[in-house]
């Protein structure tokens, strides 16, 4: 029995911060910013939303795609490393605005792999008959917990959510082929947020010093990336004895566009095959891969029998690599 896709969801908020508005936050402008990274504008959500008024805006879309009542939902995880609250979950929050009573849920810590750690989770008790209906979101509010005086970070970041309807299915050509996930916890200091936390607890020192903002080395994650995703795609298509030739589109995490063409580059497959949406929503973290997917979705490009390969690097560092026949 495969996992199949059966819904598709996203939100972004209807705020929208240009370029030409960050020209006048920080030391930064338009030209240098599209070169280095592909962006153009991003999504801000407004002050009184929390990561779950947006994931539920995106689920809301994906159930009614899928027909499912969200009330006959079995599993509903997700990806996110912005939630409302540091406890309970925010998959536990969201199955109560549901009205869902008999779904357990939980979130998944794996930054801008969030949601593909999540899909991975949700396929296994999907396609083993443990649950016949799965809801998995990627939702962020990253603008929270950035630094605005930081221009090689601030520009990079956007709030969304992007959401999957996961249902069994009996063709085995249809569905989640597979899926493969990685981590390097030695390279963590790479890209990380210090605090609040354990080691780092909530202080007035801690803030002074900036550490519940994140810190990325562009230049580290940029090398790291390009050589992990080209590896983890190869390592998911060979497990089906198919290669990147066979593949029709790419749904990519959007980190930045040098991560995504360099990939591309590695694997031989055209830009034309992947669908960008970069340029307008930003790094949207572990919202990225399924907002990217339903955006695709809807524009009708994933026709039944379509190989679609799928690929996503965060913070840990984690990352990984799909396979979907649609």
């Not at 998959?91 to 801008?112: E, I, P, T």
């Not at 649950?131 to 601030?154: F, H, M, Q, S, Y």
């Amino acid at each position: 029995m495969r996992s199949l896709i059966v819904g598709t969801g996203s939100y972004a908020p209807e705020k929208v911060l240009t370029n030409a508005d960050l020209e006048k936050l920080v030391d930064t402008n338009d030209q240098w910013i599209v070169e280095r990274t592909g962006i153009r504008a991003r999504h801000i959500a407004a002050p009184e939303q929390a990561t779950s008024d947006l994931a539920i805006e995106a689920a809301k879309r994906a159930l009614e795609m899928a027909q499912v009542d969200p009330k006959d939902l079995d599993l509903i995880v997700m990806g996110t490393i912005t939630p409302d609250y540091p406890w309970p979950s925010t998959a536990a929050l969201l199955q109560g605005r549901l009205g869902n009573k008999k779904a357990f849920a939980f979130d998944v810590s794996a930054a801008c792999a969030g949601s593909l750690y999540a899909l991975s989770i949700a396929d296994r008790y999907v396609s083993t008959g443990v649950a016949k209906r799965a809801l998995v979101i990627g939702a962020e509010l990253l603008t929270r917990i950035v630094d605005w005086k930081d221009r090689n970070t601030c520009v990079l970041f956007g709030d969304g959510a992007g959401a999957m309807v996961l249902a069994p299915s009996t063709d085995e050509k249809r569905g989640i082929q597979s899926i493969h996930l990685h981590a390097d916890g030695s390279a963590w200091q790479m890209l990380h947020q210090a605090g609040p936390g354990s080691r780092n607890p909530l202080t007035a020192e801690m803030y002074a010093q900036g550490k519940h903002h994140l810190f990325m080395n562009g230049r580290e994650v940029y090398k790291f990336a390009v050589r992990a995703l080209e590896e983890a795609c190869r390592e998911t298509l060979a497990a089906s004895e198919l290669s990147p030739s066979d593949v029709t589109w790419v749904c990519a995490h959007q980190a930045n566009k040098r991560i995504l063409d360099s990939t591309l580059e590695r694997l031989e497959i055209p830009e034309s095959k992947c669908w960008m949406n970069l340029e307008k929503y930003g790094n949207t973290s572990s919202a990225s891969l399924p907002m990217t997917l339903d955006e695709a979705n809807r524009a009708g490009w994933l026709k039944p029998g379509d190989l679609i390969l799928t690929t996503a690097i965060g913070a840990g560092m984690a990352w990984g690599a799909g396979l979907i026949r649609w």
